[in-house]
């Protein structure tokens, strides 16, 4: 999950830290769990859900957190100005806001007024300045806390806000942003408790309870055991608890999670199981399992600065070679699918043009570009490329071995694959001077085609460095014309208000982004909900086969009911 647009690049290396945490599953096992021909027992109390999860905690800070479960933690503990409909990914609406905000003809300020009776869950209420002083803090120290979300989504876009009264809340930008919206809707912009995170600090792990404006408040949390949630006493909200206590159990690995949820021992399966074990447990009897089509991405970072990634040909010679089908189908069955942009199917202005550009696997095509620069099968291009072998599930080596593959089938590339423990490589690869080529994955901020162009373009790049980072610069320093064609076309489309428009800016990036192949996007794959067949979503809302988490990845607690 990263961020947005990417003007400093301490949060361009933090971005790892949330993709991978966010979007990476833990490694899948290859043991299947017991059969199972009859219902698992139900052990679990009738007014209590719990749910199984192999994902782990980084923060509940609202200036801090910057991971997909840090955000749904605090995001059903709190709710903010807007948020997502419920079971969609393009439908915000208000929340703590009378309506949706007036915003200025010139793009700069946003003004929302506040309901009436608005509480955190230990009674204090909620005022537009204590609101303001939320975001202001976000501002003042979010850029010194260790997760890198004010660098991201706060510092770039926000010069301040401000509480003309009680009731009304109006925040300034430093230039007009066309998503500024969806950026207000993540856990980021929700109101931090003064009672519970200090004005001058940021707390990432505060004693329980835990208090915000949302459905629910955290009543105990043990680290790395399990999180309780009970309902809020003064939420006046619309998404009322149905049951008395939600508990979120994290366990070690998703053979454990997979095995809890046929005993009976949890009601859901959430993050991450893997293709493996989903595959095995939609045919138990007694749950249901479901795919949600979220935008979690695989990807390549090539270096432009580090040889041999800095010569052209090479990088073209690689996005002929790859034979992404291949990946899919020897490595995850067909589960999942081949990705020929950054920008996934659906979003605004996608396109297929790597595709359409390098008609991969063109082998052919490939062997010219790399005789172009003196590489053949009596002189063959030395290429590392490095993984982790653990982060993105234990099938990640699967892959990049069918990948090495490939590019030896050109005869003029030898391959040697290097993998390295998660958190050294990770820095290593974002700080782009460690390594030429290496695997990332991806999980966005906010659903827009700008969060899967920008973070690899500007300052740095996630370590492709096609523009060079620089203190004090939005951009950074293109290292070439190309590149500075991007960055206008990309600053160009963040302000287009005109949906048209705005998708035909993104085309055009996107053809720049395949010519210089800026990256290498390999394929996109699904989450997965497993469950009880007694747990159900609300019908009211999109999405109810899946307990209403729709693309957004947002599992909304207060929806889910359970049947004795």
Not at 88 to 94: K, M
Request: net charge negative; proline share 8%; aromatic share 10%.
């Amino acid at each position: 999950m990263k961020s947005t647009k990417w003007f400093l690049v301490t949060s361009l290396l933090i971005v790892a830290s949330m993709i991978l945490g966010a979007c990476g599953p833990a490694a899948t096992p290859t043991v299947a769990p017991p059969a199972a021909t009859e219902p698992p027992a139900a052990s679990t109390p009738a007014d209590t859900i719990i749910i199984g999860t192999t994902d782990t905690i980084a923060s509940f800070d609202p200036a801090d957190a910057y991971a997909v479960r840090d955000w749904e933690i605090i995001k059903n503990i709190n709710e903010g100005l807007i948020k997502w409909k419920p079971g969609t990914s393009d439908q915000l609406v208000p929340a703590l806001a009378t309506d949706m905000p007036v915003i200025s003809e010139d793009g700069l300020t946003y003004t929302f007024t506040l309901k009436d009776g608005i509480k955190f869950g230990d009674g204090t209420d909620l005022t537009a300045q204590i609101y303001a002083d939320s975001i202001n803090r976000l501002l003042t120290i979010g850029p010194d806390c260790p997760n890198g979300v004010a660098g991201a989504l706060a510092t770039p876009y926000v010069e301040s806000a401000s509480a003309p009264d009680a009731k009304t809340l109006v925040i300034t930008l430093k230039q007009p942003v066309a998503y500024f919206l969806q950026i207000l809707a993540s856990a980021t912009y929700t109101p931090a408790n003064p009672n519970t995170f200090p004005a001058d600090e940021c707390l990432l792990f505060p004693e329980a309870p835990i208090y915000g404006t949302g459905p629910w408040f955290v009543s105990q949390y043990t680290q790395n055991e399990q999180i309780v949630f009970e309902p809020n006493p003064y939420y006046t909200g619309d998404l009322k608890p149905q049951v008395k206590q939600i508990i979120v159990r994290q366990f070690a690995d998703p053979q454990t999670e997979a095995l809890a949820l046929q005993n009976g021992e949890i009601d859901i399966a959430w993050r991450f199981l893997g293709y493996e074990l989903f595959g095995q447990l939609k045919d138990v009897a007694g749950i249901k399992a479901e795919t949600i089509n979220g935008g979690s991405i695989r990807y390549l970072i090539l270096n432009h600065t580090m040889a041999p990634m800095d010569d052209p040909n090479v990088v073209k010679a690689i996005a002929s070679a790859i034979d992404r089908n291949e990946i899919s189908d020897t490595v995850y069955g067909g589960q999942v699918n081949p990705l020929y942009s950054m920008v996934p199917p659906g979003f605004l202005g996608a396109t297929e043009i790597f595709d359409t550009m390098y008609a991969s696997p063109n082998l052919d095509k490939a062997k010219e570009f790399l005789a172009a620069s003196g590489y053949t099968e009596a002189n063959p291009l030395q290429l590392e490329m490095w993984y982790p072998p653990e982060h993105y599930g234990a099938e990640t080596a699967a892959w990049m071995q069918v990948i090495q593959k490939q590019l030896e089938a050109t005869g003029a590339i030898k391959v040697t694959l290097q993998a390295q423990e998660w958190s050294t490589y990770v820095t290593a690869l974002t700080g782009g001077e460690s390594y030429a080529v290496g695997v990332l994955g991806w999980f966005f901020d906010y659903p827009d085609p700008s969060n899967y162009l920008e973070p690899f373009v500007y300052n740095g790049g996630e370590g492709t460095n096609v523009s060079l980072a620089a203190e004090g610069s939005d951009y950074g320093e293109p290292i070439n014309e190309t590149a500075q064609n991007l960055v206008d076309l990309l600053s160009q489309a963040a302000v287009e208000t005109d949906l048209t428009k705005r998708a035909d800016l993104y085309k055009q990036a996107q053809e720049v982004y395949a010519e210089l192949v800026v990256t290498l996007p390999l394929f996109y794959n699904p989450e997965y909900i497993v469950y009880r067949d007694n747990i159900h979503g609300a019908d009211q809302f999109g999405t109810p086969e899946t307990l209403n988490i729709a693309g957004t990845i947002e599992f909304n607690y207060a929806l889910l009911s359970k049947t004795p």
